[in-house]
């Protein structure tokens, strides 16, 4: 057998174990009935210590060593580079300390809801700050050049660091700002028609309709509801998406299309590379510019109330015919809030902005978490013009920090801008959008995406890819025109 076919068996084995750990977190968030939880934990512990050891073992390196030496072909050398990451990614950090994170994550997560529901930052802060000891501990493991962060991201985002990072969010800060305070002085936008009663099941089946429509393949994938929208994978063929319901009656069918933009990727990925490292989107960032495309270019567009207005309108008879117009506009209403997953598009990044920079400077021990609340508070002020009165509306409002996930963050406002980037290219492609758009006529632009992002699943390294599909690296310019001109004509400002 050639090491290429070794390690490709290998890697289905690897993949099984993986796949059964995601169906069971599928399972916990959309079925199992909550006395399962204790049993499931231990299920899921013993099968993650599995897929590691299956991971880092001995005969996943010589079929991995064999593979290096004999591949070939661009697709085989490839296959094998990802491999490499990954168990250099998981060889490098100390069994002893990957353990010792797993239990302080866990007890972390737990304290965090906790100090959360009581705003008491004080029982979070001693977590915290051990959580941050461990990935300063962990970057000293990994490695990097100029900044501890630098290997903490890279886990999230190969290549990233927090120069690149710092260059990205330098070219949107400003002209954020200036276009944040615009549409505040330009006064608020009439949305109050889309709260209302409208039942769980009708959102569902409207959601998943439109879904269908974009092209998702309903024989290879499903959509469940769950306390949190998410989407998960078993196979090219098999794609899950979860959704949830509740009071705002857009609000489920842009979880859905944000959810439905990764699963198309998914989908998508060549089915010979199915269950191995070549397999789905290639990271965080670029996986989040698809989702951010479906739900935020195409289906925050004019265009798409024009195809989709008389549908909802079907749908939910109650809801008030106030024309496509309205209707567009009132899911597009900007306001700075202090929540960043209930953010706007445009003021999104400047949640992640505040993020990013804290993370730094914990990570490089310029702040120290007992002074953290002040310093989130300052930057809210600073980027948002507004302050939280607590802490957990404030820096206690996300899971990451509780599970130890440091450098995540800007992974989110990279999807932002990079969506606007390579819509840029697609629009140069495929001319008039708009127009398939409002005929719902989704399938050039799906066709587009396969051939030129989805089909090289894991293939390219990121900053390989972006520089492929748009011709230059990763850039603010595409997503600054876009997002103001957008919003300009949302508020009529000149
Ligand atoms: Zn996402």
């Known amino acids: 057998m050639s090491g290429v076919e070794q390690l490709k068996g290998r890697m289905y ?46 005969e996943t390196k010589t079929a991995l060593g064999k593979a290096e030496a004999e591949a070939t072909g661009e697709d085989d050398k490839a296959m094998a580079r990802v491999v490499r990451r990954e168990l250099d990614l998981a060889t490098k950090l100390p069994s002893e300390l990957v353990g010792r994170k797993a239990l302080l994550a866990t007890q972390a997560h737990e304290i965090w809801m906790k100090a959360r529901k009581a705003n008491d930052y004080a029982m979070f802060r001693p977590h915290l700050g051990e959580l941050v000891e461990i990935c300063r501990e962990e970057a000293q493991h990994l490695g990097y050049k100029d900044h501890p962060y630098d290997a903490l991201t890279d886990q999230y985002e190969e290549g990233a660091t927090a120069a690149g990072w710092q260059a990205m969010f330098d070219g949107v800060r400003q002209p954020l700002v200036n276009l944040i305070s615009e549409i505040q002085e330009a006064g608020p936008i009439e949305n109050g028609f889309l709260t209302g009663t409208w039942p769980d099941q009708a959102q569902a089946e409207f959601t998943w309709d439109v879904i269908r429509k974009l092209g998702f393949r309903e024989e290879n994938g499903r959509q469940d509801a769950a306390p949190h929208p998410f989407c998960t994978n078993f196979s090219v063929n098999d794609v899950r998406l979860t959704n949830r319901f509740n009071e705002v009656l857009t609000s489920s069918l842009y979880s859905g299309l944000h959810e439905a933009g990764h699963g198309l990727y998914e989908q998508n990925s060549p089915v010979e590379w199915d269950r191995t490292s070549l397999a789905g989107g290639v990271s965080l960032g670029v996986h989040e510019s698809q989702s951010r495309t479906w739900e935020n270019i195409i289906g925050r567009s004019r265009s798409f109330w024009e195809w989709c207005y ?170 600054l025109a876009g997002i103001t001109s957008k919003y300009r004509g949302v508020y009529g400002l000149s």
């Not at 512990?45 to 599995?50: D, K, P």
């Not at 505040?354 to 007992?370: P, Q, S, T």
């Not at 127009?435 to 390989?464: C, M, N, Q």
């Open 13 to 58: 084995e690897i993949n099984a174990v993986g796949s059964a750990l995601a169906i069971m977190g599928w399972d916990q968030q959309t079925n199992m009935p909550a006395g399962g939880a204790e049993a499931r934990a231990e299920q899921v512990g013993i099968l993650s210590t599995m897929y590691h050891e299956m991971l880092v073992s001995d």
């Open 310 to 479: 008389g549908p909802i309108r079907s749908a939910f008879p109650a809801l008030p015919d106030v024309g496509v117009d309205a209707m567009f506009k009132a899911n597009c209403t900007v306001e700075p809030s202090l929540i960043r997953v209930e953010a706007d598009e445009v003021t999104y990044n400047m949640h992640i902005m505040v993020r990013f920079e804290l993370e730094c400077d914990m990570v490089a021990g310029k702040l120290d978490v007992k002074d953290l609340p002040e310093a989130w508070n300052e930057k809210y002020r600073q980027y948002l013009g507004i302050v939280p009165d607590t802490d957990s509306m404030g820096c206690m409002q996300d899971v990451h920090w509780s599970g130890g996930s440091i450098g995540y963050f800007p992974t989110y406002s990279m999807g932002n801008v990079l969506s606007y980037q390579i819509w840029a290219c697609l629009q140069r492609d495929l001319g008039d959008t708009d127009a398939l758009i409002a005929r719902g006529d989704f399938g050039p632009i799906l066709d587009w995406f396969v051939e030129e992002v989805y089909r090289h699943g894991s293939k390219y390294k990121p900053t390989e890819l972006i520089q492929q599909v748009t011709g230059k690296p990763l850039g603010p310019e595409d997503y």
